[in-house]
């Protein structure tokens, strides 16, 4: 019982139903407390609630944001390890065993991500470097990276791959799944929930790190399948809208250039991106 499991739900209340089955099956006994904050403005199907009565579930009735509803679990949780986990995951083995291993063993680790997959069973890349201009063109969702997956600059973003087999220190891994030692968020602090939807899971890392806490890749771990995007599919334009401007925000929080002309940069390129995609999506 070494796991507190936070998920964080908006409108996606059938991959909710998977996910769960598939934490319970594989990890029911590492685990302490399970909390779902659900952001639907409906609130959770009572199906679901008597399915899993164990269960705690937190119905705010209104989207307040990824950072704070997990910063909202996080105040009622009490289990020495987190684990973060998003609706739309499957966890497909003993996942919080491998991380309770890891964690019992490298005591600088703070947090560590496990092996995602995506739908068709490739590896996603959720271990990363810090972001840079070149994740606008070379990021994990991004053309140039689909069309090229092997080019040396995406390698470079995107760490996780098929040759990494033992843990490796990295900048940050994808809150979709990772694993957080209790110890270290007292003294790194909450999320920061001014990021209302992406990239705190990178702000987070970065904190960390700033205190001296490794952030890790265990491949080992899960693997855990990441059907992405299910949740913000319920509003595509609010959450191109929100991935852009958190991304300026991670810009503008660690920008240390001359007169932030880096923030300023990448203002207008996401300001730029932004309205590409929107059009498209306007278009479609």
């Known amino acids: 019982m070494?796991?507190?499991?936070?998920?964080?739900?908006?409108?996606?209340?059938?991959?909710?139903?998977?996910?769960?089955?598939?934490?319970?099956?594989?990890?029911?006994?590492?685990?302490?407390?399970?909390?779902?904050?659900?952001?639907?403005?409906?609130?959770?199907?009572?199906?679901?609630?008597?399915?899993?009565?164990?269960?705690?579930?937190?119905?705010?009735?209104?989207?307040?944001?990824?950072?704070?509803?997990?910063?909202?679990?996080?105040?009622?949780?009490?289990?020495?390890?987190?684990?973060?986990?998003?609706?739309?995951?499957?966890?497909?083995?003993?996942?919080?065993?491998?991380?309770?291993?890891?964690?019992?063993?490298?005591?600088?680790?703070?947090?560590?991500?496990?092996?995602?997959?995506?739908?068709?069973?490739?590896?996603?890349?959720?271990?990363?470097?810090f972001p840079s201009l070149a994740t606008a063109f070379f990021g994990r969702t991004t053309m140039l990276s689909r069309l090229l997956p092997n080019n040396p600059i995406t390698s470079k973003e995107i760490i996780s791959g098929h040759n990494i087999t033992d843990p490796i220190e990295v900048d940050w891994v994808s809150g979709a799944c990772m694993g957080v030692r209790r110890q270290a968020i007292e003294e790194v602090g909450l999320m920061d929930e001014r990021f209302f939807l992406y990239w705190e899971d990178c702000d987070w890392c970065t904190r960390f790190k700033q205190y001296g806490w490794g952030i890790y890749y265990l491949p080992q771990a899960g693997p855990v399948v990441h059907h992405a995007g299910l949740a913000s599919k319920h509003a595509k334009w609010l959450s191109n809208y929100h991935f852009h401007r958190s991304a300026w925000l991670l810009y503008k929080k660690y920008d240390t250039s001359p007169g932030r002309l880096l923030s300023f940069v990448a203002l207008l390129g996401a300001a730029a991106r932004w309205s590409l995609l929107s059009l498209r999506l306007l278009w479609r």
């Open 2 to 129: 070494n796991f507190d499991v936070i998920i964080v739900n908006y409108c996606s209340h059938d991959p909710l139903n998977i996910c769960l089955s598939s934490l319970f099956t594989h990890n029911a006994g590492e685990i302490a407390q399970v909390y779902v904050v659900d952001n639907s403005p409906e609130g959770v199907p009572p199906a679901i609630k008597a399915a899993y009565p164990g269960v705690i579930f937190k119905e705010n009735f209104a989207n307040v944001g990824f950072a704070k509803a997990v910063n909202q679990a996080l105040a009622l949780s009490h289990a020495p390890y987190i684990c973060l986990l998003n609706p739309d995951t499957e966890v497909k083995g003993p996942l919080l065993r491998h991380f309770y291993d890891f964690f019992e063993r490298e005591i600088s680790a703070g947090i560590a991500g496990p092996l995602v997959l995506d739908t068709d069973g490739s590896i996603q890349g959720s271990a990363r470097s």
